[in-house]
């Protein structure tokens, strides 16, 4: 198992990637807990892994909210003794804020998608430093590198911060032991709910290997950054997007 | 697939096997049930290298490579679709410094002769070997990895071809075709399930950097633009070529690998 003896924090991993990456990360060993404003989805899925012997637990907690992190990762260390890896998995689509031109959409986007990601990685590198070490992995997106035509201008923004964000930590507590990465996904159905067939259609055509992403490809790759396999890395950035990007 | 094996049924050519990054990556995917055809120039070595991966009950043989010449990458990659019936990795981790005999690391900063005393066959040494190598390896990999239905290659970089420094201006040059060339290849070769991926090793301890890291000064500055502040070990590199190799990373293609400590992230 590449996580055994290890606890980890997932945020936004009541469904999707944030569910793939728990699932994954409890049969590798380590004691989840998700972090979710999905209070019935997320308990559920910490049920489940319970009863297939994983370890998980589910805590309501709106990333946004500095009390809440601070709530989290107490609460996680009274339960589990420690915090090794922490997924920033947490984030909203463009389309779920409206009007494009909107401030407040913008304002929603960045506080969801980038302040959580400040506010969770300063926090957990501040408690890992004290144990030694740990690992970081930042949600980004293929957006935080290239504009999309199709793009909220916040949603691009808000990935680009979590991308430049993530280095700034890796090379601050890099010399506490922590270690910050981030994964840049492509197009995946969770990211297309709004999309018709046809709108997938033309992602497929433009994805080099000719497929969209499955969660679970997500997911393998944060596994990596989290285990001590990649424990000589940090500050990277690991694209998971069928070769879109390259092109 | 066995727990905890990621490579059972898969067969690997691994160059430049015979020590530092390519001897743990040709263990490590043994380790992981492939078969690996390790390759490098030394024989010696190589041959050590594979005996110590067979008596550990892995399954290697090796060839004698320049990887300059293409008519032996064409008879390694029969040889191993002979020998073990499919080709599905390929690791092109060989690659020179081009670090100049005549310069003395232990006294200097700098590995390399500066530019404008480079010589065009010093330059040419190590672009065939860095560069024309991974061409020549990938030309020779793509049709056995389209009969076996697809593959993943997997070339190993530098941080050297995504910045710049001191150092050798070939080597440089050379490790960033290996990273350019890599996303074309991922680009033309997609359709065909062939994943092409780069791998950029920071300042890692192998015999290649062993002249450099062992001059004090030479290593306390590598370690002080390194936020983990340690050197790589050849195993940080190779459980990044694991991640590429396996089925894993099915979704990964045209992407670089960073392993480097935080160094190009500062």
Known sequence: MRLKGKVAIITGGAHGMGEAEARLFAKEGAAVVIADVLQKEGEAVAADISAGQGRATFMTTDVTSELAWDKLIATTIATYGKLDILVNNAGISG???????ALAGWERLMAVNATSVFLGTTRAAAVMAKSGGGSIVNISSIMGFIGGADSHPGYSASKGAVRILTKTAAVRFGPSGVRVNSVHPGFLPPMLNNTNADGRASKVAVTPLRRLGEVMDVAYGVLYLASDEASFVTGTELVIDGGYIAQ | MQPGKRL???????????????????????????????????????????????????TAQFSQHDVRSEERWSSIVAATEASFGRLDILCNIAGISGRDPTLNIQTSLTAGPRLAEQTLEQWNLVMEINATGVFLGTKAAIPAMQRAGGGSIINISSICGIVGSHANAAYHASKGAVRIFSKAAAIQYAPDKIRVNSVHPGFVDTPMTKPGHSNPDVARKRLEVTPLGRFGTPADIAAGCLYLASDESSWVTGSELVIDGGMTAN
């Open chain 2, 8 to 58: 059972t049924g898969k067969v690997a050519i691994v160059t430049g096997g015979a020590s530092g990054i390519g001897a743990e990556t040709a263990r490590i995917f043994a380790v992981h049930g492939a078969m690996v055809m390790l390759t490098d120039a030394n024989v010696a070595l190589g041959e050590s290298v594979v005996h110590d991966i067979v008596a550990a009950g892995g």
């Open chain 1, 95 to 101: 389309s779920s804020v409206g009007d494009e031109l």
